[in-house]
């Protein structure tokens, strides 16, 4: 018996309402393939449009707390 006779017996007593949530799951884990699925194309092009409106000039950046330039450890 394959898997999706198995599916189809075990939900053939089941009533209307959880027939419904078994759809609602099935269809879940076909959203969640595809989300997981990598997409094609250039990966700095996808980077770029993720990032698109993010307004970087806004952005608090601390202090720092380290020389900018490293001490010489010459005689």
């Known amino acids: 018996m394959t898997t999706a ?11 209307e309402p ?7 799951f099935a269809e879940f884990l076909k959203q969640k393939r595809a989300a997981e699925t990598p997409k094609p194309g250039n990966i700095a092009e ?11 000039e806004s952005i ?6 380290l020389p900018r330039t490293p ?3 010459d005689d």
């Open 46 to 56: 996808r980077i770029h449009k993720r990032f698109a409106g993010l307004d970087a």
């Open 5 to 15: 006779e198995k599916i189809n017996k075990a939900i053939q007593d089941l009533s």
């Open 60 to 65: 608090p950046f601390p202090e720092r707390h």
């Open 71 to 73: 001490p010489s450890f």
């Open 18 to 24: 959880m027939l419904h949530e078994v759809l609602d």
